[in-house]
């Protein structure tokens, strides 16, 4: 049961966002500002009980952190256009320094 928490909640936390989009179930706004701690929380909870995949956990968390930064307006305007091609080349560095 334990690999099906990630999946089960990004489809409650999927379907959630598409319905509220949609029109058919709007999201309290509280929901809304604070729904990136859900992967900070998995991030953790997998790098704290999972030794198999510890960089995917603290790829998680840090990207959960990001996101809950942004949706709490901690970060200035123009850190949010560089973080994702930052993030790609320290995604290609690390795959390239890693041992086969």
């Given at each position: 049961?334990?690999?099906?928490g990630?999946?089960?909640?990004?489809?409650?936390?999927?379907?959630?966002?598409?319905?509220?989009?949609?029109?058919?179930?709007?999201?309290?706004?509280?929901?809304?500002?604070?729904?990136?701690?859900?992967?900070?929380?998995?991030?953790?909870?997998?790098?704290?009980?999972?030794?198999?995949?510890?960089?995917?956990?603290?790829?998680?968390?840090?990207?959960?952190?990001?996101?809950?930064?942004?949706?709490?307006?901690?970060?200035?305007?123009?850190?949010?256009?560089?973080?994702?091609?930052?993030m790609?080349?320290?995604?290609g560095?690390?795959?390239?320094?890693?041992?086969?």
């Amino acid at each position: 049961m334990r690999r099906y928490g990630p999946g089960i909640l990004l489809i409650i936390l999927g379907v959630g966002f598409f319905f509220d989009h949609l029109g058919i179930w709007k999201l309290n706004p509280t929901i809304w500002r604070w729904w990136p701690l859900a992967i900070v929380v998995l991030g953790v909870a997998y790098l704290l009980f999972s030794w198999s995949s510890r960089v995917a956990a603290g790829v998680m968390t840090l990207i959960g952190g990001f996101l809950l930064a942004r949706q709490l307006s901690l970060l200035p305007g123009a850190v949010i256009p560089t973080f994702w091609p930052v993030m790609m080349i320290l995604s290609g560095l690390w795959v390239l320094t890693q041992k086969k």
